[in-house]
């Protein structure tokens, strides 16, 4: 199983291990309801870097991808990024991933099956293009730092306490090294992706710890973030949609531009959109008891199945248990009475809406 490039400091640090997309990755360190109350009121830094990191060179790089994304890479403004996917003929999911313009380069972020999708299909038909296509994964290492004082520890390491606008791109230097800071609000506002060399990967770190150290930081594993995704029903890849999924049953909307021109799917999306017609959405449930449900949990409504667990983790901010399950539309209404089924047995749920990213 492949391990992280800092495997060892995260063992130095007490690290807990889970396995997500075939990596071993940190689930915990101190405890993660600890690290969760970190990011709220301080700052939390994660290893993120077992996602994929693809990046698209060449003169042709906008157009090409321009065709064949959903959201408008055309219109990306030098320095910015955006969400998107990719998606079959039929407006099914092949891939999601988050795109970032690094100035001579675009850079996409996804998680390693999503990225894998991406490579196949694009792999086909980008010769016709002037566009080169290079996965350089382990190349480098992606932490992310997030919550109200993360600005400050990004100006006690890099100097700089300007708030990015949503999505925005700031590159710069360090200890000579290249280092991109990726605004990534989905989950907080403050949400900043660090991109770095492997190389430089390890001194970074540590030098976020310590910066971000006597104002709270806390390294983060992923069970922390879990609950945080949770609350703001971002779906994951593999996960709560796969390539069954047409991206608005997950709720992908920002990924989508509904005024570019033609990219794959697009007759699909543009007929759902237009007559509003889906027959499953991915829904936020708060549920009864302690222990969350475990994936492929039964979804009932009046004695009738509609739909399946996802996943689940407990919320502190709700005191509760949260869902993330894949239900029929007319039942996703918030404050809908529901019940999960499980090992024969029955708990009660409720539709909730997901908060805002703050």
Request: hydrophobic content about 40%.
């Amino acid at each position: 199983m492949p391990r992280l490039p800092l495997h060892d400091l995260h063992a130095r640090l007490g690290a807990r291990w889970e396995e997500q997309e075939g990596w071993e990755i940190p689930c915990a360190y101190s405890g993660w309801k600890e690290e969760y109350a970190a990011i709220q009121g301080s700052a939390g830094l994660s290893d993120l870097s077992f996602l994929s990191k693809i990046f698209f060179i060449g003169p042709d790089r906008r157009r090409f991808l321009n065709g064949l994304l959903t959201n408008d890479v055309a219109g990306l403004k030098p320095l910015a990024g955006l969400p998107a996917c990719l998606l079959t003929p039929k407006g099914k999911l092949r891939a999601d991933l988050l795109l970032y313009d690094l100035g001579s380069e675009l850079l996409a972020l996804a998680r390693p099956s999503a990225a894998a999708n991406l490579a196949r299909d694009l792999s086909r038909i980008i010769l016709l293009s002037q566009t080169t296509m290079e996965d350089s994964s382990r190349g480098f290492c992606l932490f992310y730092l997030a919550g109200p004082k993360a600005l400050l520890v990004e100006k006690s390491v890099f100097g700089r306490l300007e708030a990015p606008r949503p999505y925005e791109v700031r590159a710069g230097e360090w200890q000579g090294s290249r280092v991109w800071l990726l605004s990534e609000p989905r989950l907080r506002p403050e949400g900043c992706l660090v991109l770095c060399p492997v190389k430089a990967g390890q001194a970074l770190w540590q030098a976020l710890t310590e910066g971000g150290r006597p104002l709270g930081l806390k390294p983060a594993g992923s069970q922390a973030f879990n609950a945080l995704r949770l609350e703001r029903g971002l779906p994951l890849f593999g996960v709560d949609m796969d390539q069954d999924t047409i991206p608005l049953e997950a709720g992908l909307e920002e990924a989508i531009s509904f005024t570019k021109g033609c990219y794959l799917g697009q007759e699909t999306i543009a007929r759902v959109k237009n007559l509003g017609h889906i027959n499953r959405i991915l829904a936020g449930l708060r549920v009864s008891g302690e222990a969350p449900p475990a994936p492929g949990t039964r979804v009932f409504h009046a004695e009738k199945e509609i739909g399946r667990v996802t996943s689940a983790a407990y919320s502190p901010r709700l005191g509760a248990v949260v869902v993330l399950a894949m239900i029929r539309v007319s039942e996703s209404q918030p404050g809908t009475k529901l019940e999960l089924e499980e090992g024969g047995c029955r708990r009660t749920a409720e539709v909730v809406e997901f908060f805002p990213g703050t």
